[in-house]
C-alpha cells in the first residue's frame, strides 16, 4: 500500500464515519472531502470541481426544476382522481394503483418530488376509503424507489453511474437501458408489497369519513387529555394586564385557544389582548406544568438586605464580550447556548438596535459580532479571554453597572417560607430564568452565602435568595395563583367543535429549510398567526414542551387556528398538507403544457438529438418560459444538500482511481470472493451496496462503488456493464430504513411508522429484488470479455 492509497483510504474512512454518526451534515462532509483531497495534492484545482461541471450533476438540478414544474401546474389533483377513480375503495387495487402511480412517475420525476407530490392525495384517499395511511404511504414511498430504477434519469445513482462509465472510457447507459430489468423489478416488487407485504404493515384503527376527522386529529394527539379553563377573578392582580404581560402561555408552553367575555367568544387572542376579570380562557397543555409554576408565588419579599447584596456584589461581577465569528453559539438560541456549562457564566443581555435587551432573552438567536452582557463569579468572568469564541471582553465597574443597567433596580430578597411546597425542589424546575428572566444570583443559608447557584440546586425552608429581576413579575406570577381552574367545563369542547378553531395535519415539505429548526425559534403564532399542538414522531406523540423540540423531515405537525390561516399555509412551500380544508384547487390549466414539455424531453434523448444533461436544462429553462413555475420556484425546487453532496464526492472516486486506492480494494474483494467466478463477485458487491444504503447517502455510496466495481470487473478480464448495471440497482433499491431514502423519511410521521416497520416490510422487499436482479441480469446483461 503507498502512501498516497494510505491517505485515499484514510480520507474515505473518515467521510464514512462523518456520514453515519451525522456529527457533521453529508454536504458539508462532502465539501471537506473536497478541501482534503485538493491541499493534500489528490487531485489538482480543476479535478477538485469538476463534479459542479459534471454532466450528472447538471442533469440531476435540471430533473428538480422539471418535477415541479408538472407538480406546480396541478399533476397532483389529476392523479388524485385518477387513483380514486381506478382504484376503488379496496386496500389491494388502491396499494397496486398508488405503487404503479408513483412508480411511474418516478421514472421520469424526482422521486423526492413525486413521494411529496402524491402524500396529500394518497393521505386524502385513505381518509375517504377509511383505510388506515399507515397501510398506503410506505407503498407509496417504495414505488417511488422502484419507479427510479426504470429510466436512466429515474435517480441520481443511475446518473452517476452512466457518468462513470462515460469517464473512464466506455459507452454510456442510454435512457431506456434500465427499462427491462427494472421495469420487471417493479412489477414485482409492487405484486409483492399489494399481496404479501401488505400483511406486514402497521395497521393503525381508523375512522371512517371525513367529517370525523378533527375528532381523530384531537384523539391521535390526545388534546382533550390537555385541555381546560382557566377563569379570571374579578379582582384578581392580573385585570388589566395583557396576555404577553401574564406569561401565561409561555411560562408553561400552554396554548390560549380562546377568550370568552360576557357571551363573546375570541379565537387565538393576541398577545396584547388585556384581561378582564371573570373572563374564561380555554388552553391547552399540560395543567401539572402550570401547578408547578403557581408554588413559586409562596416566596416572600424582603424589604432590606443591603447587607446581603453587597455580599454577592464582592463576588459577582459583570462583563460585556463580542462573539466571534466561527464560535459554536453562533446562531444558537441563548437558552441552547449553555453559557453556564460552556462558560461558567451567564446571559443577562444582549446589544439590539443600539441597546441592550434585558428581558425575554431565551428565544434570541446569537448572531457573530453580538455584545453580549454576562454574569458570574470574578474568577469565571477573568477566564473568559481564554476562550477562542470571545473578543473584547469588557468588565463593568458597579458604578457603570448601576448607571447603564440600573442594577439596583432590578435586585431583591425573596425568602422561602418553612412551609412552602418549593421545599426540597430544585431551581432547575422552576423555569423561572426562561419565563420571567428571573436569574438566582445567591442563596443564602444558614450563615453560608452560596453565588451564582447551578440548576440542582435544592431549595430549602428559610432559604434567602437573591433575585434579579423585576419585582412586578412577582406580582404577576401570584396573579398566576389566583386563576381557578377547571377541567371538566363544557367550553373544553365547543371550541374545537365549532368552526371557529380547526386543526390541520401537515408534514415539512423535504426540501423545506424549516428542517432542523427548534419550534420556539419559528415561533409559529407571530409567523402565522397559528399554533402547534402537537408533533407525531416514530409512532409517538409529542404534546408537551414543544419550544425545544426541533423539526424533522418526515414529523406529522398537528396545526392549530382559524380555518383561513390555516388554508393560507397550502401555498406555503415549507409545508405539505395533509388534511383537508377546502382549499381552492389547483389550476391545472397548465398540466397539459408541463407533460408536454417533459415527453419533449424524453423524446429528444430517445432520438439521439440531445444529451439528457441539455435536453433536462433546456426543458427546465421553457417551463419557466412558459410561467409552470417562475424562476425562485425553481430555484427552490432544487435540494441543493444533494447536488453538493454529489459534487463534492466525486474527486473522491477520482482520486481512488488515480492512486490505485480503487485496484487495492478491489483486490480485496477478489481475494475474498475471485475464486468463486465472476457472479459471486458481482452478487457480493451488490449485498455491500445494498447494505450500505442504510448508512451512507446513495449518491456517495455509487461515486465511492464504481471505482471499485471498474477495478474489480477490469482484473476479471470482463465489461463492466452487468456489475455496474447491479450496484445501480442495489444503490437505488433502499427500503430497510427510514434514513435510507428522503422518501422513506417522508412518509414516517404521516404513517406513523415506526424504525421497525422499515425492517418488517424492507427485508423481505430487499431480498425478492436481490433475486430478481440475480435472475435478470444473465440474461438481459451476460458477462462479455473485454
Known sequence: MTPEIALVLGILVISLILFISEVIRMDLVALLVLGALAVTGLVDSNQAFAGFRNSAVITVWAMFILSEGLTRTGIADIIGRQVMRFGGNREVPLIFVIMVTGAVLSAFMNNIGVAALMLPVVVEVARRTGIPASRLLMPLAYSTLLGGLMTLIGTPPNLLISESLVLNGYEPFALFDFTPIGGVVMVIGVLFVAIVGRFLLPKVSAKDGKH???????????????????????????????????????????????LSRQARSVTLPGRQTLLRGDDRLLVQGRIDQFRELRRWSDLVIEREAPVLKSMVAAKVVYATVTVKAGSPVVSELIRHAAFRTRFDVAV????????????????????????????????????????SDFENIEPYSPEKLAETFHTDERMFVVRVPKDSDLVEETLKKSRLADVFDFRVLAVFRDGELRVMPRGDEVLLGGDLLLIEGQQSDLDVLRGLQELELDTKGPMTTGAFESERLTLMDATLDPRSSLSGMTVGELNFRE???????????????????????????????????????????SSDSDFLILTPLGQKPPDTGRAPLAAFIMFAVVGSVMMGWAPISVAAVIGGTIMVLTRCLNMEQAYRSIDWRAIFLIAGMLPLGTAMQETGAATYLAGQVMELLGDAGPWPVIMGLYILTAMATMIIPTAALVVLMSPIVLSAMQDMGLQPETAMMAVAMAASASFTSPISHPANILVMGPGGYRFVDYLKVGVPLTIVVFVTVMVLLPILWPLQAV
Do not use: C
Open 527 to 569: 409567523r402565522y398567526g397559528i399554533e402547534l399542538a402537537g408533533i407525531w414522531r416514530e409512532g409517538e406523540t409529542i404534546g408537551t414542551e414543544l419550544a425545544d423540540e426541533r423539526l424533522q423531515v418526515g414529523d406529522a405537525l398537528l396545526m392549530l387556528g382559524p380555518r383561513d390561516r390555516l388554508q393560507l399555509l
Open 212 to 258: 370525523v376527522s378533527q375528532r381523530s386529529l384531537r384523539a391521535r394527539y390526545k388534546l382533550q387529555e390537555r385541555t381546560f379553563v382557566m377563569h379570571v377573578p374579578m379582582d384578581s392582580v392580573l385585570v388589566g394586564k395583557t396576555l404577553a404581560e401574564t406569561r401565561i402561555g409561555s411560562s408553561t408552553g400552554l396554548i390560549i385557544l380562546s
Open 348 to 387: 443577562v443581555g444582549i446589544m439590539r438596535k443600539g441597546r441592550y435587551r434585558l428581558t425575554n432573552l431565551a428565544y434570541v438567536p446569537i448572531k457573530a459580532g453580538d455584545q453580549v452582557l454576562v454574569q458570574g463569579e470574578v474568577e469565571a468572568v477573568a477566564q473568559l479571554d481564554k476562550y
